[in-house]
């Protein structure tokens, strides 16, 4: 860590072109991860209702599919990937965005994703002085990049990455990390309890449900890492975010009145913010407000 400081402040140049390369390697994990954390849980899911529902059901036995079995193949032809196709954000320039195979079309999202978390991890490298504190903000954000897009995709927010991130968050500022524990575990707390509430009370009103438990945990996860002077300014511009996005869509008619929004990647996007610039923000709300 201290080569890392060292290096941040005789060649900045070259620890900012480390952390980008590294996070586009971390941008192509990140990809597998939106893409199969679902599909892993929905096999997982109907595994479990066949053990309750149906145990006498003949089932076949599942072939081995987790974060890194099966490889990665074209979903048009099955040709699998090869190493060098499969460099970040290079392959695809380099592929023109078509398989070598059968020239299908390869989303442009999947170099949209690494591009993303590198850039996201330069700024967090450029705000943040070279740390420990670095490293669990970088890990925060690439764990928010993921939960962003399977909920885009989804509206799904897993607890295998929210609850890990609220106990990591928990854990970090135990040993000193960016709030003081006592702050971090009523954030926990009542981020979860905040949400969980408006849930009840909007269920009780109107008799639907407004947000899933995802949410909750998410919010939590949030108040652990950053503490609960953070949640006011999260909440505050994931709604604003929310809102902003759902007024778009809906003049561009791409969006549906009464079709579930994926709050829980605004909730990452405002978590992200308030990372990095939550007290500035905060002060100068406060400020503007008295």
């Given at each position: 860590?201290?080569?890392?400081?060292?290096?941040?402040?005789?060649?900045?140049?070259?620890?900012?072109?480390?952390?980008?390369?590294?996070?586009?390697?971390?941008?192509?994990?990140?990809?597998?991860?939106?893409?199969?954390?679902?599909?892993?849980?929905?096999?997982?899911?109907?595994?479990?209702?066949?053990?309750?529902?149906?145990?006498?059901?003949?089932?076949?036995?599942?072939?081995?599919?987790?974060?890194?079995?099966?490889r990665?193949?074209?979903?048009?032809?099955?040709?699998?990937?090869?190493?060098?196709?499969?460099?970040?954000?290079?392959?695809?320039?380099?592929?023109?965005?078509?398989?070598?195979?059968?020239?299908?079309?390869?989303?442009?999202?999947?170099?949209?994703?690494?591009?993303?978390?590198?850039?996201?991890?330069?700024?967090?490298?450029?705000?943040?002085?070279?740390?420990?504190?670095?490293?669990?903000?970088?890990?925060?954000?690439?764990?928010?990049?993921?939960?962003?897009?399977?909920?885009?995709?989804?509206?799904?927010?897993?607890?295998?990455?929210?609850?890990?991130?609220?106990?990591?968050?928990?854990?970090?500022?135990?040993?000193?990390?960016?709030?003081?524990?006592?702050?971090?575990?009523?954030?926990?707390?009542v981020?979860?309890?905040?949400?969980?509430?408006?849930?009840?009370a909007?269920?009780?009103?109107?008799?639907?449900?407004?947000?899933?438990?995802?949410?909750?945990?998410?919010?939590?996860?949030?108040?652990?890492?950053?503490?609960?002077?953070?949640?006011?300014?999260?909440?505050?511009?994931?709604?604003?975010?929310?809102?902003?996005?759902?007024?778009?869509?809906?003049?561009?008619?791409?969006h549906?009145?009464?079709k579930?929004?994926?709050f829980?990647?605004?909730?990452?996007?405002?978590?992200?913010?308030?990372?990095?610039?939550?007290?500035?923000?905060?002060?100068?709300?406060?400020?503007?407000?008295?």
């Open positions: 860590m201290t080569l890392l400081l060292e290096l941040a402040h005789g060649l900045p140049w070259l620890y900012f072109s480390l952390v980008f390369l590294f996070s586009l390697m971390v941008g192509s994990f990140l990809n597998v991860v939106i893409h199969r954390l679902p599909i892993m849980l929905e096999r997982q899911w109907h595994a479990e209702y066949r053990s309750y529902f149906a145990p006498d059901e003949q089932a076949t036995a599942p072939e081995s599919y987790n974060l890194m079995v099966p990665s193949a074209c979903p048009h032809c099955g040709h699998a990937i090869t190493a060098l196709e499969n460099i970040p954000l290079l392959s695809w320039l380099w592929l023109k965005g078509r398989c070598r195979d059968c020239q299908a079309s390869i989303s442009a999202r999947y170099p949209l994703v690494e591009l993303l978390t590198a850039l996201l991890s330069v700024v967090v490298a450029m705000v943040m002085t070279p740390g420990w504190g670095t490293l669990a903000a970088l890990l925060l954000t690439w764990t928010l990049v993921a939960l962003a897009f399977i909920d885009l995709d989804k509206m799904l927010l897993p607890d295998q990455l929210t609850l890990p991130l609220l106990w990591g968050g928990l854990l970090f500022n135990w040993v000193g990390g960016l709030v003081p524990l006592a702050d971090a575990v009523i954030g926990a707390m981020g979860y309890l905040v949400l969980w509430s408006l849930y009840w909007f269920k009780l009103l109107t008799g639907k449900e407004g947000m899933g438990y995802g949410d909750f945990k998410l919010l939590a996860a949030l108040g652990a890492w950053l503490g609960w002077q953070a949640l006011p300014i999260a909440l505050l511009l994931s709604s604003l975010i929310g809102a902003l996005v759902g007024i778009t869509l809906l003049l561009l008619r791409k549906q009145q009464g579930p929004i994926p829980g990647s605004y909730l990452a996007v405002a978590g992200w913010v308030a990372l990095l610039w939550g007290n500035a923000l905060t002060n100068w709300y406060l400020d503007m407000v008295l």
